[in-house]
């Protein structure tokens, strides 16, 4: 017979005053649903300059039928995480992260709970993205995402994303430890302009994946299909660069100060399944078509960036820049 697990739910915050309310009713909802009698939301305001703070002091007054605790760290996703990893107990067998600015189903929790425990083997499994649409943005860009988030004309994805998911195992070395990585040489040392007092990590699927791949195999990492987050699809040219860009800042770093991982850069990216594509709409062949058109340009801008980096005169440009056309009420 199964023990009682300890189920950590850990929510970083930095700025989601705009989401953060439905958020936190649908990750509520989701824990009720789970019938789970040890699980606690943990809330870990970072950097906030607006009312993020003020309204998960609100919720919590609200809601008093479930564990539920705010917590402060200095800015940055992995720092969020980090405190909440630090201030549970040793003996916490599960931690489900969310994004705060996403709606959970309310199955979710439930879903990815069981896909852990059916099989030992797996250690991390993560929730399916769906995109909202909005209907008030007729862009051409927004008609991109979409289809680029629904999965349709793309490979099979071994990394998972960060959005929605849950572990055995939360892993990131400390900010010492990839400090001394990332001053080793001259060339690893240059990307510390794009961290501008973020943290050296900046997201945590990317490291993570290529960790846990990495030391338990390719079938550690799940996508559960029917459990669902709900999110706000890219909207603009440069909210798509400003996500291509982060991104990349961050894949760099892992090629540059982790190359003891670099075998799994094919893992690490998805790809245009043309087959797929093949058997598409001809509307949907050529949002594609001007999709990979996009991705090239933004590759040559990048590698431009890559190589200023290495001059003295060059100031870049803050690694964690806001998407806007994301960062929208759900009521809207």
């Known amino acids: 017979m199964r023990g009682i697990e300890t189920i950590i739910i850990g929510l970083p915050v930095r700025n989601e005053e705009k989401s953060l309310y439905l958020n936190l009713k649908s990750i509520r909802e989701a824990i009720v649903v789970s019938r789970e009698n040890n699980i606690k939301l943990m809330v870990c305001i970072n950097g906030c300059t607006d009312k993020s703070k003020f309204i998960a002091e609100k919720f919590r007054g609200e809601h008093l039928d479930f564990q539920f605790e705010i917590l402060e760290s200095s800015e940055g996703l992995v720092a969020a995480q980090r ?24 199955d979710s929790i439930k879903l990815l709970l069981e896909a852990l425990r059916s099989d030992p083997n797996i250690i991390v499994a993560y929730a399916k993205t769906k995109a909202l649409y909005d209907k008030k943005n007729k ?10 988030n629904s999965q349709k004309l793309l490979t099979k994805r071994s990394f998972f994303h960060g959005r929605l ?12 430890e990839i400090l ?14 794009n961290c501008g007092g973020e943290a050296l990590l900046s997201v945590d699927d990317i490291f993570m994946s290529s960790y846990i791949m990495d030391k338990y195999g390719l079938d550690a990492i799940k996508q559960v299909e029917n459990a669902l987050c709900y999110a706000w699809a890219l909207g603009s040219l440069s909210d798509w660069y400003k996500r291509y860009r982060r991104r990349n800042i961050e894949m760099e770093k892992m090629y540059r100060w982790f190359p003891e991982y670099n075998h799994l850069r094919p893992y690490l990216n998805r790809h245009t399944d043309w087959e797929k594509w093949a058997r598409t709409s001809l509307k949907n062949k050529m949002l594609w ?25 060059y100031k870049s440009r803050k690694q964690w820049v806001i998407t806007s056309t994301t960062k929208k009420s759900f009521c809207v």
């Open 83 to 106: 405190k909440i990893v630090r201030d549970t107990s040793p003996g916490t067998n599960i931690y489900v992260f969310s994004d705060a600015d996403i709606i959970i189903d309310k």
């Open 139 to 148: 862009s051409l860009f927004h008609k991109i995402a979409l289809l680029r």
């Open 289 to 313: 078509i001007v999709f990979l058109a996009m991705q090239f340009m933004f590759a040559i801008s990048f590698r431009l960036e890559l190589f200023l980096i290495n001059f003295n005169f």
């Open 165 to 176: 998911f849950a572990t055995r195992k939360w892993f990131i070395p400390t900010d010492n």
């Open 180 to 193: 001394r990585r990332a001053k080793s040489s001259k060339r690893n040392s240059t990307l510390l302009k």
